[in-house]
């Protein structure tokens, strides 16, 4: 992604979450932020192109955390969230990443099934963590798996043809 994928990015943002990030805080993640890894994945119906997946994550040493990741809602429940981590997590395999951590509202019972598919406990929670309505933060975490693992997820036929992943960072 170049700073041109920011309003995308922050339309997906917008529509999935109560509380988006402001336009700032994606700045800084591609600008300032050597930690930071991002991406974004794209739909390609013909000719034309559309970001429907964005994430940000944070690496601290061997550790990756997602900061955030969302998919656009006409394009949820359809293997592009799944085919997404998939490829993002192969990606994270070549930075020696041992574990990935996130927090999940623990209302999002879709994300919670789909980060269990690839492997992510509850490792805790933690009470009255998202500001807009007091709601508990899930922890989760799993150990990064072996290339193979994700190349299981990666290979579905309708989804394979027209997502296009890259990273913005």
């Not at 509380?19 to 991002?38: G, I, K």
């Not at 996130?102 to 009470?127: H, M």
């Amino acid at each position: 992604m170049d700073i041109n994928d920011l309003n995308s990015v922050l339309s997906i943002d917008k529509l999935a979450f109560p509380n988006p990030w402001p336009v700032n805080a994606f700045q800084y993640e591609l600008e300032n932020n050597t930690n930071a890894r991002l991406w974004v994945g794209e739909f390609q119906n013909n000719s034309e192109k559309q970001i429907i997946a964005m994430a940000v994550i944070w690496i601290i040493l061997d550790e990756a955390h997602i900061g955030t990741l969302a998919i656009h809602p006409d394009f949820q429940k359809k293997g592009f969230g799944q085919q997404f981590l998939a490829f993002i997590f192969s990606q994270l395999i070549s930075e020696s990443i041992v574990r990935i951590f996130l927090e999940v509202r623990q209302s999002n019972s879709i994300a919670i099934n789909l980060y269990r598919k690839f492997g992510f406990e509850i490792d805790g929670e933690r009470k009255n963590y998202y500001r807009d309505n007091g709601e508990t933060a899930i922890l989760m975490s799993t150990p990064i798996k072996s290339s193979d693992f994700y190349k299981d997820f990666l290979i579905l036929k309708e989804v394979d043809d027209n997502l296009i992943r890259r990273e913005i960072k």
